[in-house]
């Protein structure tokens, strides 16, 4: 199906909820649609080595959040460099091939990412976004505090946030039926796909197991910093008017009303 133009989207959702799946079948649907992962980003630096990457690499092993400047530029950049984002020169809504050219995601030395930083984005060429439904993105990972999308506003406002909900007891009893077969990594539910014997893999019989990160506690602590550093965030979206919340037991339940919503506010 075809944009008439151009979503630039974000899903938010606690950890379990289907977010990956829903972003799946959306990019499924409208092939205008790209995702773009500030995690893949960052990774990509870090694997290349750059400065960048070096830079962040113990924050992120740490699991802690990167510095808010380094990751809007580099998303900022990867827009960019997309042709995504328009001069804000007077001369008009000039495409700034010339300067994403000399820019590139990844930083071959340290003097070429100092500069990269201590420049404002504006005077980097950034600008208006385009509304061409070619430059549609779901974002992944990114914003992830409020402060975060202040500063995404004054680049690339986003237009839609989709606020996934699903009560957090379906959740854990998804959680808890969960079953796996370690060598394979096949994954069964006592609820929705049993195994044909309990607790035996299908395929070779041999015993199943739980994942470590699948109790309950584990959960109800992941769910809880979910919901302190999303708020903050949703509210964000919610004053600028681009807020939508959608709930169900299931993905399944969730995916045709956000399809038809997506398809109202976007589909040719
Ligand atoms: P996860 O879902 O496990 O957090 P991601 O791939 O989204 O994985 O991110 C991996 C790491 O990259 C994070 O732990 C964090 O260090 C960094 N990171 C990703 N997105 C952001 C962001 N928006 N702000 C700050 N740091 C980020």
Redesign the pocket.
């Known amino acids: 199906m075809r944009l008439r133009k151009a979503a630039r989207v974000i899903l938010v959702g606690a950890p379990g909820v289907g977010k990956g799946t829903q972003s799946e079948r959306l990019l499924h649907r409208f092939p205008q649609l790209s995702s773009i ?4 980003l ?2 990509h630096n870090v694997k290349q080595r750059t400065p960048l990457g070096i830079k ?1 690499e113990s ?2 092993k740490a ?4 510095p ?1 400047d380094l ?1 809007l530029r580099l998303i900022n950049n990867e827009l960019n460099q997309r042709g995504w984002l328009y001069s804000s020169h007077p001369a008009g809504n000039v495409m700034t091939l010339a300067s994403c050219a000399v820019e590139t995601q990844s930083f071959s030395n340290d003097a070429d990412m100092a500069a990269f930083i201590s420049h404002p984005a504006h005077t980097r060429g950034y600008g208006s976004p385009s509304e061409d439904p070619s430059a549609s993105f779901l974002l ?6 409020a402060a ?1 999308a202040e500063r995404l506003d004054e680049t690339i406002p986003i237009n839609m946030v989709v606020s996934l909900k699903t009560p957090l007891q379906v959740i854990m009893e998804r959680i808890s039926g969960r079953w796996v077969h370690e060598a394979s990594g096949r994954v069964y539910n006592t609820t929705f796909n049993p195994p044909k014997v309990a607790g035996h893999d299908d395929v070779t019989g041999e015993p199943l197991v739980r994942r470590a990160d699948d109790s309950e506690e584990v959960y109800r602590q992941r769910w809880k910093k979910f919901e302190e550093t999303s708020e903050p965030l949703l509210e964000h979206y919610a004053r600028k008017g681009v807020l939508w919340e959608v709930e169900g037991m299931s993905s399944d339940e969730i995916t045709p009303k956000l399809m038809r919503e997506f398809e109202r506010r976007f589909a040719e």
């Open positions: 992962s500030s995690g893949d960052l990774r962040v924050t992120m699991g802690l959040l990167v808010d990751i992944d990972g990114f914003p992830r505090t975060q």
